[in-house]
């Protein structure tokens, strides 16, 4: 049994693919996190289950990233929006 909840569901392949969608290189997610290059390959091969500190770094990166992503493609879909975090003149 694995510790956290909704890790029974953990897939190597998703990892990879959040990491996709966070338009995030293996080689940025070593450098914004500090994992070795190694353990990023093992989580997302899946040789290693990551746990505790090693999931929270992968996860909070790859959704922050993602949520960047998602309000830069609204950004350019709608430039004139008064909720754009971004300014033009």
Do not use: C
């Not at 990879?16 to 997610?29: E, G, I, N, P, W």
């Not at 390959?41 to 949520?67: C, I, M, N, Q």
């Amino acid at each position: 049994m694995l510790p956290y909840k909704g890790m029974e569901d953990f897939s190597p392949t998703r990892m990879k693919l959040l990491r996709k969608r966070a338009r995030l290189s293996r080689r940025d997610v070593v450098r914004e996190t500090g994992l070795s290059r190694n353990t990023l390959s093992s989580v997302e091969t899946g040789k290693h289950t990551p746990h505790g500190a090693t999931l929270r770094k992968l996860l909070d990166l790859y959704f922050r990233e993602a949520l960047y992503w998602q309000r830069m493609s609204q950004q350019a879909a709608n430039p004139h929006s008064t909720d754009s975090p971004i300014t033009t003149q």
